[in-house]
């Protein structure tokens, strides 16, 4: 191969730099301390809580039986591997299964936490205050509320994370459809939507709960139905303000389809007001999960939830950790978010210029 060809090759996999525009942008976003760490810890805390499994678990990592390897958090084995009398899935916290793992010069690399949201610590009472084998005590079952936590955290996260994309894509859809072809489609949608805004909805999910068994994505798909309406006047407006300047007119004269238009042209435009929005949407569906569970129109029982911890704090008065644990978790997640909602709005402000 030449050294042109070459040139030319490691050039497409260059990194291109950022337009001017979105240079200011990052400069502005960095600019605002505050949203700017924010977004580091709350990604540090998003990713580590990916990875619970290896965090707090009553599996070990890592297992080794008469020279062999096993990976207990990532496969279930059965007792019998490990010379037991069961077929079904071995407890390792059990003094019986240890034991016959140490009898084979085997070790186990346990997590930081050795409980699961699920396990139940036999070993201390109900709601027993924090100490080193529970580092925020146990809830009202016997289970490790730290464990609880890191896991209520990742479903939160990524039940909002979840609703809101799927929320934006329909809103800014039905925004851009309104926007720029007016008329009678816009007032039918308009209209709709008014409608459709006055639907009860916690009534709504009541009725739902009493029928059937919310799961996680039953709840996405009934707060979906609602969620997608808060970014349509946004679009709508940007798509009403621009569908007639001269680069759009320009654009039809040259024969664009109305979709080319639409979402080449000018939904880079309304992007700028939807990604000043998001954060906040991302907020209010982590909020409304964490009502709902603290309601009891939920996740299902046993489920990790940060609403289902604060409704432990709410009727366990004598055990201040649960409340205060919830507390503190949600203060601090919607705290995060919302300054991180502040960086990306100054970040998209044409009127801010950093130097």
């Given amino acids: 191969m030449s050294d042109a060809a070459t040139a030319t090759l490691f050039s497409r996999f260059r990194r291109r730099p950022l ?11 960095k600019a605002n301390k505050r949203g700017y760490w924010s977004l580091w810890i709350f990604s540090v805390l998003f990713v580590l809580s990916l990875f619970a499994e290896f965090i707090a678990n009553d599996r ?20 019998t591997t490990f010379g037991g009398e069961f077929e079904t899935t ?8 240890q034991e016959l793992i140490r009898d084979a010069g085997g070790i186990m690399v346990w997590p930081l936490i050795e409980y699961s949201y699920r396990t139940i610590n036999l070993n201390r009472r109900a709601t027993s ?14 289970r490790d ?26 809103g800014v859809t039905a925004g851009a459809l309104q926007g720029y072809f007016g008329g009678w489609t816009d007032l ?15 009534y709504l999910l009541i009725i739902i709960a009493s029928i059937i068994e919310p799961s996680f994505w039953i709840l996405l798909g009934i707060l979906l139905l609602f969620s997608w309406v808060a970014l349509v006047g946004v679009v709508r407006a940007e798509f009403l ?55 009891g129109f939920g996740l299902p029982p046993g489920s990790p939830s940060l609403g289902e911890l604060l409704q ?3 009727a366990n008065l004598q055990a201040p950790w649960l409340g205060l644990t919830g507390f503190f978790a949600i203060a601090t997640m919607l705290s995060l978010l919302i300054f991180i909602g502040e960086a990306v709005r100054d970040a998209f402000d044409p009127r801010k210029v950093m130097r």
């Fill in 19 to 29: 337009s001017p525009i979105n240079q200011r942008r990052w400069r502005n976003f």
């Fill in 312 to 314: 432990q704090g709410k």
């Fill in 60 to 79: 070990p990592i890592l297992l080794t039986y008469n020279g062999d390897v096993y990976f207990p958090v990532l496969v279930s084995y059965p007792e």
């Fill in 241 to 295: 303000r621009a569908r007639n300047f001269e680069y759009v007119n320009a654009a039809r004269a040259m024969g664009l389809g109305n979709g080319k238009i639409m979402f080449r042209h000018l939904l880079p435009n309304a992007m700028v007001a939807t990604l000043t929005f998001m954060p906040f949407i991302l907020n209010s569906s982590i909020t409304t999960l964490t009502a709902l569970d603290f309601l």
């Fill in 145 to 170: 509320v730290a464990a609880r936590l890191i896991y209520g955290f990742r479903i939160s996260v990524l039940f909002g994370l979840t609703l809101t994309f799927f929320s934006s894509i329909i």
């Fill in 90 to 97: 071995a407890d390792y916290r059990d003094p019986f299964v």
């Fill in 129 to 142: 205050p924090p100490s080193a084998d529970n580092w925020l005590g146990t809830d009202d079952q016997g």
């Fill in 188 to 202: 039918l949608g308009q209209r709709f939507i008014e409608i459709w805004t006055s639907v009860p909805q916690l």
